[in-house]
């Protein structure tokens, strides 16, 4: 199992998982162009990929590192009030 110190990338726990890129796209229903591009550091996932790669990977989001800095990003970017930008209250 991993440390939390050294989280796993998407590319270790998929090769841990025996899965090709084309073979877990298709169990998260995504594209496989998707899954390169994560793993090559091209691009953020969004959250809704984070749940259903997580989910075909069978981890938690937060165990991988690509899905945890996705997720830090996202929080930074989040408004100061909590709330969703363009909806009033």
């Known amino acids: ?16 998982r025996l899965l ?3 073979e877990l796209a298709a169990l998260a229903g995504v594209a496989s162009s998707t899954i390169y591009s994560i793993e090559a550091g091209r691009t953020k996932p ?3 990929v984070i ?4 989910a075909a990977l069978e981890v938690e989001p937060g165990m991988v590192d690509e ?5 830090e990003a996202a929080e ?5 009030s909590g709330r ?5 209250g």
């Open 46 to 48: 969004l959250f809704r």
């Open 76 to 80: 930074d970017r989040e408004p100061p």
């Open 20 to 22: 090709t890129m084309r």
């Open 84 to 88: 969703r930008r363009g909806i009033d």
């Open 1 to 16: 199992m991993w440390s939390m110190s050294v989280m796993p990338s998407l590319r270790q726990v998929r090769r841990q």
């Open 51 to 54: 749940r259903q790669l997580a």
């Open 67 to 71: 899905f945890r800095r996705a997720m």
